[in-house]
């Protein structure tokens, strides 16, 4: 796949979409909504690990999936956060500026296992969360886990922030792969929003049948900025089996959206719960 198809995919699709800004290289970052405008909503963003590409394919087929249902609560979906990157790991390092360009090829990157922007700032880092003091986190430009010169630094990270902010989800999902796990938790989280994350990750899990794990020494993610400035219930879930490679091919969405269906019930019932807890 090339990423002009790709793009083309989430652009053809019947679904009505929006952009929420535009990528480092000025790309639109595209996004739908599905069911009700009032009420409770969830946030998916999906694709912000360039190789994890597939994710942005499930969260395209669940939405054309959910379209036309009778679905009890609101989905934004947020289809591909990092559309540069993406770009790099379908066509290569052609689709950089030179100096990334150069530096990537200089260094013997791998273009297939990027997971960066066109800044070689990996955006799962560069969000305002404890910044910088991730266990795997990184000062240097690389094709992952770089943290960027400061919090927010990439437009992209700044674009979910204000979307965020602007529609005030219920419950956040950050789409990743691999491994088949939830994770859920943040080191700044109260024993009792901590406690709520655990009841609703639960919930999640069983319906996916992926263990739940509580998140640590991450940082600077989306889900930990979600949590950490505005205590939203937020979970990562990676998709995909460990035994895959990375990038997952398309090969293995018919299985992944498989193990999804069950999902939106439970956040129907995530929903519900979260004005008891």
Request: hydrophobic residues 35%; glycine residues 8%.
């Amino acid at each position: 796949m090339k990423f002009d198809e790709f793009e083309k995919r989430i652009k053809t699709s019947n679904l009505q979409t929006f952009s929420i800004g535009k990528s480092a290289l000025g790309q639109e970052i595209l996004a739908c909504h599905i069911g009700k405008s009032e009420g409770k909503q969830v946030l998916i963003q999906a694709g912000i690990h360039a190789r994890e590409y597939i994710t942005s394919l499930l969260a395209l087929v669940q939405a054309e999936r959910l379209q036309g249902t009778d679905l009890p609560f609101g989905v934004y979906f947020v289809f591909c956060s990092n559309p540069d990157g993406v770009s790099v790991v379908l066509d290569g390092f052609s689709t950089l500026k030179e100096k990334e360009r150069v530096f990537c090829v200089e260094r013997g990157f791998e273009h297939k296992l990027f997971k960066a922007n066109a800044n070689l700032v990996d955006l799962n880092t560069n969000f305002d969360a404890l910044w910088g003091q991730g266990a795997s986190n990184i000062k240097t430009p690389n094709f992952e886990n770089y943290i960027g010169e400061s919090p927010e630094s990439e437009v992209e990270t700044r674009n979910l922030v204000n979307f965020t902010k602007e529609i005030r989800p219920a419950l956040t999902l950050s789409y990743h792969t691999k491994g088949e796990v939830v994770y859920f938790g943040f080191d700044t989280q109260s024993e009792k929003s901590l406690r709520r994350d655990e009841i609703l990750g639960r919930k999640i899990s069983d319906a996916l049948g992926f263990p739940l794990l509580r998140s640590f020494s991450s940082c600077g993610g989306y889900k930990d900025w979600a949590v950490d400035k505005l205590d939203i219930p937020s979970f990562t879930i990676e998709f995909g089996k460990n035994s895959l490679s990375h990038p997952i091919g398309e090969e293995h969405l018919g299985e992944i959206e498989k193990n999804s269906k069950n999902l939106f019930e439970a956040l129907e019932f995530c929903l519900e719960e979260l004005d008891k807890l």
